[in-house]
């Protein structure tokens, strides 16, 4: 799951981190494994981690998922982190150091394509509308807004597969960008 990049001796990282946020069901891992794909940076998904090492403190009967233990997760990518080179995937955003991120996405997806996905797969009663209601008035957006700075953070409409792939193509571009003047 690590990448192996090289830091720079100046210590600033020889790739980007990126950070993918949204509610549940908005394609945030879809869209990570194809960017990872077409950059060669690492794909960390946030809650298989927590699940692999156990970063959690129980289950939650109600929301159906796992307590995060955010200081244990934060433990566990800080070195990685500092390495640069990784998407992080999780719906959750406010409790990551601001310096691991050089972008933050937000994926956002139509409620009623947004409801479908999260009936498929499963969602249903107070955590179907929960997450609803999440998408309805911009929590995630508003949430990377106040935890990361403004120019860091952007939006992106993520509705269907042409929508992904747009959005890996221009955050592709963002990426080899991101690299030029380190290359130099």
Known sequence: MVAAVMVLENGKRKNPNILVTGTPGTGKTTM???????????????????????????????LDCYVLNEDLVCDELEDVMEEGGNIVDYHGCDFFPERWFDCVVVLQ???????????RRGYKDSKLSNNIECEIFQVLLEEAKDSYSEEKVIALKSDNIDDISRNVATLTDWVRNWSLPSQS
């Open 32 to 62: 990570c494994t194809t960017l990872a794909e077409a950059t060669q940076l690492c794909h960390i998904n946030i809650g298989e981690l927590v699940k692999e090492k156990n970063l959690h403190d129980g289950w939650d009967d109600e």
């Open 109 to 119: 997806t139509d409620n009623t394509i947004l409801y479908d996905r999260l009936s």
